[in-house]
């Protein structure tokens, strides 16, 4: 595991940022937990809505996220783009279920504070790439 202090966070987040800058979002998708915290900083800095979705997804066995929150809003969407953000991917299981619930008549962008080395997909945006397991500052 490797802890991730607060002003690493904050320099995550900044990198994050001015990658997705130039790109027009209509709206963030954040994964609970962690992903609303990187999807809340980026919803604030782009000023467009955040729509908080509760996915589980533990162990390498399970095949089938659990939801934990009904997705009925993020399926409304019909158009535009959206940024799906959560704060880690190891399998990149959440983040594709949570993708494979919007309409396919919406572009959808992924994003991460870290991937995993592991991971088989690599979202859109990433912060950083490690082969350890992040603790991030929020999570002590």
Same mark, same amino acid.
């Given at each position: ?14 990198? =994050? ?53 009904? =997705? ?10 959206? =940024? ?26 992924? =994003? ?29």
């Amino acid at each position: 595991m490797k802890f991730i202090d607060w002003k690493e966070f904050t320099s995550l987040c900044d990198k =994050l940022s001015e990658d997705i800058a130039e790109v027009t979002i209509d709206g963030i998708v954040g994964i609970g937990r962690g992903g609303l915290i990187i999807g809340g900083i980026l919803a604030h800095r782009k000023d467009v809505p955040l729509y908080p979705v509760f996915v589980r997804h533990q162990g390498f066995t399970e095949d089938t996220p659990v939801v934990v929150e009904d =997705l009925g809003k993020i399926k409304s969407f019909t158009h535009g783009t959206i =940024l799906i953000a959560d704060d880690v991917m190891v399998t990149g299981k959440a983040m594709n279920f949570v993708k494979s619930q919007i309409h396919s008549g919406v572009t959808v962008k992924t =994003l991460v504070v870290v991937c995993h080395k592991s991971a088989k997909e690599k979202p859109d945006y990433v912060g950083i790439v490690m082969d350890d397991l992040p603790v991030f500052p929020y999570e002590i």
